[in-house]
């Protein structure tokens, strides 16, 4: 019984989309290959750094990485400001603001245990913004990828 682009389309109760309009948009949001982790990952590979796009670093955690480094155990995250609650950025919606709300904070402390749990198994977990200069996310993450080689070499 779902028509989206009819007129008289209305959401189900409890439904996540106030309007066929916002549901559309909504699903258009892209969750990997944004332009900031592009631009991140073409610095990164233009310093000789290869990786695994959107995967996952341990195999039993339900949870992807933008960028893992196995070897170097670098787990590299751009989170965008709206579905990860930027200090900066974030924005309560106005429609629909209860459940979108708890979205964003179900986001972040899923956020908070993965960090723990990849910090757990030794892994370095860098978190970005999407607003964060791409240069200086890239350099940061060729620096920390080297610095864990140089460790675990010797």
Not at 24 to 40: F, G, H, V, Y
Not at 43 to 50: D, E, K, S, T
């Amino acid at each position: 019984m779902r028509v989206p682009n009819s007129e008289a389309w209305i959401p189900p109760e409890g439904s996540w989309a106030s309007s066929a309009a916002r549901r559309r948009n909504m699903q258009a949001i892209r969750s990997r290959d944004t332009k900031p982790e592009q631009l991140i990952r073409r610095i990164v590979h233009a310093n000789g750094l290869r990786y695994r796009v959107a995967a996952k670093p341990l195999p039993g955690l339900r949870r992807t990485a933008d960028l893992v480094f196995r070897p170097a155990k670098v787990a590299v995250f751009i989170d965008g400001c709206y579905w990860h609650g930027c200090p900066e950025h974030y924005v309560p919606p106005k429609t629909n603001s209860r459940y979108w709300s708890d979205k964003v904070a179900r986001n972040m402390a899923r956020d908070r245990d993965t960090n723990e749990r990849l910090t757990q198994a030794g892994w370095l977990v860098l978190r970005f913004w999407e607003h964060q200069d791409s240069d200086a996310c890239a350099l940061s993450i060729v620096s920390a990828v080297r610095g864990r080689r140089r460790e675990l070499l010797g």
